[in-house]
């Protein structure tokens, strides 16, 4: 809600020439009651002069004869149409010359004890420096043999609020962070099995397509040498038969050729079984 640009002198105003009450002026003006009626007593603020809100741009007649109308009702100001300027951000933090000893003492306390705060906020809160930060915390400051750490709230260079706001920040900051190397660490396990099963799948489609093509061919050679088995058999049954001629000079017949009992003087496997029938005919030329 706006506020009035001169309270008083717009108090001055309203109780001269408007019915309204003096609660309602008050809170119009942020006055006590009380104020308002020394001012209708001319009691106060005898010499000060009325300013017309209606003039100003801040209060409208229909609205005063509302209010005049209605004595519970509160007067409204009339919403500016000009842009309220921003608040420029706070420079540095100023500490008086009897304090700014202290800071290092400061500085000490809070690395000591709270050690998640950065070396910024630690800026913030007590007015200082990276550099001096840092030679506190590595011992290269100048007066580190004297330095006793306190609490900056204590040395009065901040305030509780101020720290308990950089310490709930630090919370946050940390919080974030251990969320995001947590969801981090899910991430791999959870694509993981997907990245099994996308790579098990295509594989598994290829074996099916192409174990018909290659089991075919094995299958036609192994069907062959089972219709070529009788040959050896039949090459065989010739050698059963006792051959009464043996051949001296090797030839014969292209089925002795072939046949594996052929010895390789040119005489045939049946031999040794005639030559027990010689030595019977040997004894009977003896006694001849």
Same mark, same amino acid.
């Given at each position: 809600?706006?506020?009035?640009?001169?309270?008083?002198?717009?108090?001055?105003?309203?109780?001269?020439?408007?019915?309204?009450?003096?609660?309602?002026?008050?809170?119009?003006?942020?006055?006590?009651?009380?104020?308002?009626?020394?001012?209708?007593?001319?009691?106060?603020?005898?010499?000060?002069?009325?300013?017309?809100?209606?003039?100003?741009?801040?209060?409208?007649?229909?609205?005063?004869?509302?209010?005049?109308?209605?004595?519970?009702?509160?007067?409204?100001?009339?919403?500016?149409?000009?842009?309220?300027?921003?608040?420029?951000?706070?420079?540095?933090?100023?500490?008086?010359?009897?304090?700014?000893?202290?800071?290092?003492?400061?500085?000490?306390?809070?690395?000591?004890?709270?050690?998640?705060?950065?070396?910024?906020?630690?800026?913030?809160?007590?007015?200082?420096?990276?550099?001096?930060?840092?030679?506190?915390?590595?011992?290269?400051?100048?007066?580190?043999?004297?330095?006793?750490?306190?609490?900056?709230?204590?040395?009065?260079?901040?305030?509780?609020?101020?720290?308990?706001?950089?310490?709930?920040?630090?919370?946050?900051?940390?919080?974030?962070?251990?969320?995001?190397? %947590?969801?981090?660490?899910?991430? &791999? *396990?959870? $694509?993981? !099995?997907?990245? @099994?099963?996308?790579? /098990?799948?295509?594989?598994?489609?290829?074996?099916?397509?192409?174990?018909?093509?290659?089991?075919?061919?094995? %299958?036609?050679?192994?069907?062959? &040498? *089972?219709? $070529?088995? !009788?040959?050896? @058999?039949?090459?065989? /049954?010739?050698?059963?038969?006792?051959?009464?001629?043996?051949?001296?000079?090797?030839?014969?017949?292209?089925? %002795?050729?072939?046949?594996?009992?052929? *010895?390789?003087?040119?005489?045939?496997?049946?031999?040794?079984?005639?030559?027990?029938?010689?030595?019977?005919?040997?004894?009977?030329?003896?006694?001849?």
């Amino acid at each position: 809600m706006p506020s009035l640009l001169m309270p008083k002198a717009t108090a001055v105003w309203l109780v001269d020439n408007t019915t309204l009450t003096f609660d309602q002026i008050a809170k119009l003006c942020q006055l006590h009651s009380l104020e308002i009626q020394a001012i209708a007593d001319g009691e106060v603020s005898s010499g000060i002069m009325g300013l017309d809100p209606i003039s100003n741009g801040q209060l409208t007649r229909e609205e005063i004869v509302r209010c005049e109308g209605d004595p519970t009702a509160e007067v409204e100001l009339i919403k500016p149409y000009i842009p309220v300027p921003e608040a420029k951000p706070k420079g540095a933090r100023y500490t008086p010359i009897s304090k700014r000893n202290d800071k290092p003492d400061a500085i000490a306390w809070l690395l000591k004890n709270q050690e998640d705060l950065s070396d910024a906020q630690i800026g913030r809160l007590v007015g200082t420096t990276k550099p001096t930060i840092n030679a506190v915390r590595d011992r290269t400051h100048w007066n580190s043999s004297n330095l006793r750490p306190r609490h900056p709230v204590e040395l009065g260079l901040c305030t509780r609020t101020d720290i308990d706001a950089e310490i709930a920040k630090t919370r946050k900051r940390k919080a974030k962070k251990t969320k995001k190397s %947590a969801a981090a660490q899910a991430r &791999p *396990a959870a $694509e993981a !099995p997907g990245a @099994e099963t996308l790579d /098990s799948q295509p594989p598994a489609t290829e074996d099916v397509t192409a174990a018909p093509a290659e089991s075919e061919p094995p %299958a036609t050679t192994h069907e062959e &040498p *089972a219709r $070529e088995e !009788p040959a050896p @058999e039949d090459v065989s /049954s010739p050698s059963e038969t006792p051959t009464d001629t043996p051949s001296d000079s090797g030839e014969g017949t292209p089925e %002795a050729e072939s046949s594996p009992d052929m *010895a390789p003087d040119g005489e045939t496997s049946r031999i040794p079984e005639e030559t027990p029938e010689e030595p019977p005919r040997d004894d009977l030329a003896g006694p001849r």
